[in-house]
C-alpha cells in the first residue's frame, strides 16, 4: 500500500487498545494492525471495502 496509513480506533479505546490502519490507493483498501506495521496486511477491493463498511454497524 505504500504511505497514507492512517489509525482507526473506537472512540472508546486507550491507548493501550487494539487499532487497526487503512490505506487506500486508487483501486484498493489496505488494513493492518497498527502494533505491527511491517507485518501482513490485508487488501481489499474499494467496492468490496465499502460492501463491508456499509454492511457492518460500527
Known amino acids: 500500500m505504500g504511505t497514507g496509513w492512517t489509525g482507526v480506533r473506537a472512540a472508546t479505546a486507550t491507548p493501550q487498545e487494539n ?3 487503512v490505506a487506500f490507493t ?5 488494513v493492518r494492525d497498527s502494533k505491527h506495521p511491517s507485518g501482513p496486511a490485508l487488501s ?5 471495502f465499502k460492501a463491508f463498511l456499509t454492511r457492518e454497524k460500527f
Not at 486508487?26 to 489496505?30: E, L, R, V, W
Open 26 to 30: 486508487t483501486t484498493h483498501a489496505g
Open 19 to 21: 487499532c487497526v490502519e
Open 44 to 48: 481489499f477491493s474499494l467496492s468490496a
